[in-house]
């Protein structure tokens, strides 16, 4: 009996351990098992700082044109609103300057939404698109918005074009925003209107600053991060760094690509945060080179670079691309493009967690509530174990009626542990008992109750849903920590209804932990504490009906 209480408790409290780890690490904070150097980060450039193109391969020279110095243009922003989204276009350079999500609150203040792109002192956050080749129109060019409507209405989309002439080329930018979608077509109109040929490519670039989400505490959790990403069909997703594109980049003489896919005919380019993603989606089949690059202290790059081939006076040639800048919706991601609801990142147990969220949403689909969803989500746990769980039980219960025999053993052999093994191994035989029979239900348990977290973790879904009365927030801390209290009283019960350690130390170990976690869970997400707490009362409402309707007379104390 000791041996499967300390099994299960080593196992627990293991999983906790591990648990509170990934807590802190997805916090910012340092981990108790990879400790690393603290480093500051800079503050983040100035509003004004424009991002260089990398000069890779036959864009070198473009590279060189864009960063040269443009005569001072008026700037003006133009404000598209749609039902979900408001987003500001600068005339220079047609860059997306701020984009705000208009259903989603801020984590920090609910009075604010969520805003994506961003240039202020402390965000720098824009979607950049332009040409290179030639002294073409880049996104330091001024651009002329054709005139139009700015907000949705009773229509099914807005449009703003841009219009911008230089070295003989005129290149027309098209945003189309579309009702109750966060993909923002991004069309691009190249025309030759000089005397000669012309060999154009089109960039797309996300750029951000290095500078760290502030973490908010060291038990809050916002969770936040900021990561660069690509994806081919060749090389599949690939979650980056800010700093390690930095670093590469010293180390390779200005070139970072060789820590992920260059080139491609398909995929994307992303800017990752938690719940949230921005991407560049280039239109399928047409062939890129894909770049991270550091154009400035503490500011990144990530885009393609798309040539348009040979365009002969006169002529004009088209591009059509997508931004997807909203939140980290499964169902929403996989129609937009292949891949790309990989950005919502479950951690190690990705494996598990999708099916289990695929499962909660078929559950939610039918409920619409989901606090409610984790609560049949326990129930449907709970007996789909339950065989399990009454084996467990019934090896629980033999346990306790041979719990005499075995402190019988032990006081017989106290001064000789060779001799005591021997006789309790002879005693489990005799009894047919698995000492470890009731660590199986824990032991699969564990998984899910890790997997539910990182689904918690990284489900916009379930940001800022409620349950009912003072859960607001499934993703957020109990704010008056009920449900903590209740797990405390529900794991007291369920450690009563067990038979008492022959150990009196263990025993008050056993005593001790449930409050230990409790406190432990007052900084989880409400939305786990909820299920541990209907799993432990399923717990106790399942021992009530295993000692009295499955086991065997002879076998209850």
């Known amino acids: 009996m000791d041996i499967k209480r300390t099994v299960l408790w080593v196992i627990f409290s293991m999983s906790l351990l591990i648990l509170w780890d990934n807590w802190m690490r997805h916090n910012g904070k340092q981990s108790m098992f990879f400790p690393t150097a603290t480093k500051v980060a800079a503050p983040a450039a100035p509003a004004a700082t424009v991002a260089p193109l990398p000069a890779t391969g036959a864009t070198a020279g473009a590279a060189a044109a864009v960063a040269t110095a443009a005569p001072v243009i008026k700037s003006e922003r133009i404000t598209v609103s749609t039902d979900v989204i408001k987003a500001d276009i600068d005339t220079v350079g047609g860059e997306l300057k701020r984009l705000e999500l208009l259903k989603h609150k801020d984590g920090t203040d609910s009075k604010q939404n969520v805003v994506l792109f961003d240039e202020s002192a402390k965000r720098t956050y824009l979607a950049q698109t332009g040409l290179l080749g030639g002294a073409f129109p880049t996104h330091k060019s001024g651009f002329v918005a054709k005139p139009g409507v700015r907000t949705l209405g009773d229509g099914n989309q807005v449009q703003l074009v841009l219009e911008a002439e230089q070295g003989g080329v005129k290149l027309t930018k098209t945003y189309t925003f579309k009702k109750g979608e966060y993909v923002i077509d991004v069309r691009h109109d190249v025309s030759n209107i000089s005397g000669a040929a012309i060999t154009p490519s089109l960039y797309l670039q996300l750029l951000h600053d290095g500078t760290k989400p502030a973490s908010g505490g060291m038990f809050s959790g916002s969770g936040e991060f900021y990561a660069p990403a690509v994806y081919s069909d060749a090389d599949k997703f690939q979650k980056l760094d800010f700093e390690k594109i930095g670093k590469l980049e010293s180390e390779k003489e200005g070139s970072s690509n060789a820590s992920h896919a260059s080139k491609s005919d398909n995929g994307w380019v992303a800017v990752l945060q938690h719940f949230f993603v921005s991407a560049f989606i280039p239109q399928d089949k047409a062939k890129r080179e894909i770049f991270t690059k550091k154009v400035d202290t503490n500011l990144y790059a990530v885009g393609s670079i798309l040539p348009l081939g040979s365009i002969a006076p006169g002529a004009s040639v088209s591009m059509d691309a997508r931004l997807y800048s909203g939140p980290q919706e499964s169902a929403k991601l996989e129609q937009i493009a292949p891949g790309l609801e990989l950005v919502k990142d479950y951690g190690m147990l990705t494996i598990l967690a999708k099916p289990l969220f695929w499962l909660m949403g078929q559950i939610h689909a039918l409920l619409g509530n989901w606090g409610w969803t984790i609560v049949v989500f326990t129930i449907t746990i709970k007996l789909a174990l339950f065989p399990l769980s009454a084996a467990g039980y019934r090896s629980m219960a033999k346990m306790k009626v041979v719990t005499p025999k075995m402190q019988a053993v032990r006081e017989r052999f106290k001064n000789d542990p060779q001799k005591m093994n021997q006789a309790m191994m002879e005693l489990y035989k005799t009894e047919k008992i698995n000492p470890l029979g009731g660590c199986?239900?824990?032991?699969?348990?564990?998984?899910?109750?890790?997997?539910?977290?990182?689904?918690?973790?990284?489900?916009?879904?379930?940001?800022?849903?409620?349950?009912?009365?003072?859960?607001?927030?499934?993703?957020?801390?109990?704010?008056?920590?009920?449900?903590?209290?209740?797990?405390?009283?529900?794991?007291?019960?369920?450690?009563?209804?067990?038979?008492?350690?022959?150990?009196?130390?263990?025993?008050?170990?056993?005593?001790?932990?449930?409050?230990?976690?409790?406190?432990?869970?007052?900084?989880?997400?409400?939305g786990l504490v909820l299920y541990w707490v209907v799993n432990n009362i399923l717990s106790i409402a399942q021992q009530w009906v295993i000692n009295n309707k499955l086991i065997p007379p002879e076998h209850k104390a």
């Open 440 to 526: 199986f239900p824990i032991l699969i348990q564990m998984p899910i109750f890790l997997a539910l977290y990182w689904v918690l973790q990284a489900s916009v879904e379930m940001r800022g849903a409620p349950w009912m009365g003072w859960i607001t927030d499934l993703t957020a801390p109990d704010p008056w920590y009920i449900l903590p209290v209740i797990y405390a009283v529900s794991m007291y019960i369920t450690t009563k209804l067990n038979p008492a350690p022959a150990d009196p130390v263990q025993a008050k170990m056993m005593m001790f932990m449930p409050l230990a976690f409790s406190v432990m869970f007052f900084f989880f997400p409400s």
